[in-house]
């Protein structure tokens, strides 16, 4: 009998482009039972891993009676049976040094280890305890498994993860934020921690970076409770779905302190209140993003005592969002040379129960602080995204391409995004066409008072005869993308932008117009491209090949067209590493239609077609002119 091969992890972590992709490939192992594993030396090095994964091991130390036993791949179970409750088994770290040789991280770092030694009859072995220099007699008590999964595939329980379940109890709270996040607070530590999912109901993360802090949490088949077991020990609580933490705040959020300018001459208020779109993005996993524009207010409350006037969120949000509006609150005290006294601003999303984090409100919020300060009015048809410094320079965000879809659909008229994104919604044309830039008239930002001119309701006469004449032009020359091409549709374009050098779209369409566009995405926006199609694959693995029952290719065969489909638009430097994903594809869809009948020679050709994946994702980091073009 073949195991289930999961032979691909795929984790996202933080790096260069903000894609780095590590391949641990563990092959397609075969389950080999212990009556056929009679002496070690039958089993190969290959297949020891896959051997060792469920055994459990017991040996008499000098504190009393310990099991190691080992759950996954890479985390085990620490037991004392003689322990009550639930320090009798902990979660630790471990690694096969080779084959019958097994290092056990007992404890979270590398210096506290415990070295498993297994005999030729693989029934036997021996303990040493690095910390104490003692070594014990051990053997192998058989194997031990861990509830039955629950009955869905790889992407249901995804789907699951994003509803947001949450554990409490055991000094400890997590609430997982989707299928590649959660919120994790242990005693005082509080962390957004990676997670990964073994199989359905399996999942495991590290604390921080530390790889030899793991937690391990399984939950029972019907999903209504689960068990985790950490370094420390271990607790069974019941799934919560909206649970707060312990401190009362919401999952991955921080109720923003006020913020306040002290020590600066007073200034009047001229408005009480303001709104305008602010455009965010909503994580659905795989690298896939929803743009949605979401109304933000500010309300002045007058406050008794004349002090300094404060600002805050009246909901919890993200550290980077509460460090954005402390960028703007001194924008706007240098601009106006000085800060309002004896009011309570506050600020408020029309969207209140989804978690909001980021820096790309504080344009929006800088808009809204100008307009009670000043008493300008907004444009109720105009949105807003990005991230803006105390010298009042806009600067670039992330998810643009959602946040253009979102203001699409949001029916907003007028978009100001960072004029640093441009390259990344030129991107958008080679992946959408024009339409994203027919639909809406798209502005780029340098700076906020360029974002004021076009947000403002009273624009000047120039900038409203070009946001006019845009609309006629849609009109007239929308429908047929070829009509742009002709002398007249060009002079118009050309008067529009004009009047307004900052009208993204018109920019975007004259480029169309006179074959000035990019041929290819930018680097970025191909490593973005490449990151959303393997994000898909992965979910097609996990749901096919990691089934039980049948494996069925048919979503990796999707997968891997769009991919196909993605190489000749990616940057030419990024396509050999397309076609390594596109190989590797191919292959997985093979084993899929294989099921049983895998052989060595199919392990060889998967294991080569991932390496070569890692040595395509070198070249590109050691590609000097590929990084300077990153943006």
Excluded at 163 to 173: D, I
Excluded at 466 to 480: Q, R, Y
Excluded at 553 to 582: E, F, H, M, T
Aim: proline share 5%; charged share 25%; with cysteine.
């Amino acid at each position: 009998m073949f195991q289930s091969p999961s032979v691909v992890s795929l984790r996202r972590v933080s790096g260069w482009c903000g894609l780095v992709i590590v391949l641990l490939l563990t092959g397609t192992i075969p389950r080999v039972s212990h009556a056929e594993a009679a002496k070690l030396s039958l089993i190969k090095e290959s297949d020891f891993p896959g051997w060792l994964k469920g055994t459990e091991w017991q040996y008499a130390a000098s504190q009393g009676t310990r099991k190691l036993w080992f759950v996954t791949k890479d985390v085990l179970i620490f037991g004392r049976p003689e322990e009550k409750g639930g320090k009798s088994e902990c979660s630790h770290a471990y690694a096969v040094q080779k084959k019958g040789v097994v290092r056990c991280f007992h404890g979270t770092s590398e210096k506290t280890t415990l070295d498993l030694t297994i005999s030729e009859d693989a029934t036997q072995g021996s303990v040493k305890d690095s910390e104490s220099g003692q070594a014990y007699a051990a053997k192998c008590i058989g194997r031990r498994d861990l509830p039955a999964a629950p009955k869905m595939k790889g992407p249901e329980f995804a789907a699951w993860l994003k509803k947001n379940p949450a554990l409490s109890g055991g000094s400890g709270h997590i609430t997982f934020e989707s299928d590649t996040t959660a919120h994790v607070k242990i005693n005082k530590g509080d962390k957004h921690c990676k997670i990964h999912i073994i199989r359905p109901g399996l999942v495991e993360f590290v604390w921080g970076d530390n790889i030899y802090d793991p937690t391990l949490i399984c939950f029972d088949p019907d999903l209504k409770s689960a068990r985790r077991w950490h370094w420390w020990g271990n607790v069974k609580s019941p799934v919560a779905f909206g649970a707060s933490t312990p401190s009362g705040k919401s999952p991955g959020v921080t109720k923003t302190g006020p913020v306040s300018i002290p020590n600066m001459p007073e200034i009047p208020l001229t408005g009480r209140s303001a709104s305008v779109s602010a455009l965010m993005v909503q994580d659905l996993g795989n690298s896939h993003l929803a743009g949605k524009a979401s109304r933000l207010s500010l309300s002045a409350l007058p406050q008794k005592g004349g002090k300094p006037a404060t600002v805050a969120f009246n909901q919890a949000v993200g550290s980077m969002m509460d460090k954005a509006l402390r960028e703007v609150a001194r924008f706007h005290a240098i601009r106006h040379e000085g800060w309002p006294r004896g009011n309570e601003l506050q600020l408020t999303f029309e969207d209140k129960f989804t978690s909001k984090d980021g820096p790309s409100a504080a344009v929006a919020c800088a808009l809204l602080l100008e307009s009670v300060f000043t008493g300008t009015a907004l444009d109720p048809e105009f949105a807003v995204t990005g991230d803006m410094n105390a010298d009042g320079s806009v600067q670039r965000i992330g998810g643009v391409h959602a946040k253009l879809r979102g203001a699409t659909n949001f029916k907003c008229k007028l978009l100001g995004i960072p004029a640093r994104n441009d390259v990344h919604a030129i991107d958008l044309v080679l992946t959408e066409g024009l339409k994203p830039f027919t639909g809406i008239q798209v502005f780029s930002l340098g700076n906020f008072d360029e974002a004021l001119a076009v947000a403002r309701a009273d624009k000047t006469p120039e900038l409203a005869a070009a946001i006019s004449d845009f609309t006629a032009f849609v009109k007239t020359f929308g429908a047929t993308p070829q009509a742009m091409r002709t002398q007249e549709a060009i002079g118009k374009l050309q008067s529009i932008l004009q009047r307004a050098p900052s009208h993204f779209s018109a920019k975007v369409l004259l480029d169309y117009a006179t074959d000035k566009l990019p041929k290819s995405l930018s680097p970025s926006g191909s490593l973005a491209e490449l990151d959303q199609s393997i994000g898909d694959l992965h979910t097609a693995i996990d749901g096919d090949l990691a089934a039980a029952n049948s494996l069925d290719g048919g979503q990796i065969s999707k997968a891997r067209l769009a991919l196909q489909r993605l190489r000749p638009l990616a940057d030419a430097r990024v396509r050999p590493l397309i076609d390594a994903w596109v190989n590797w594809g191919s292959l997985a869809d093979k084993l899929a239609k294989l099921k049983d009948s895998i052989t060595a020679k199919d392990r060889e050709e998967w294991k080569a077609a991932g390496a070569r994946i890692n040595v395509e994702y070198k070249k590109l980091r050691t590609n000097e002119s590929f990084r300077e073009d990153l943006e």
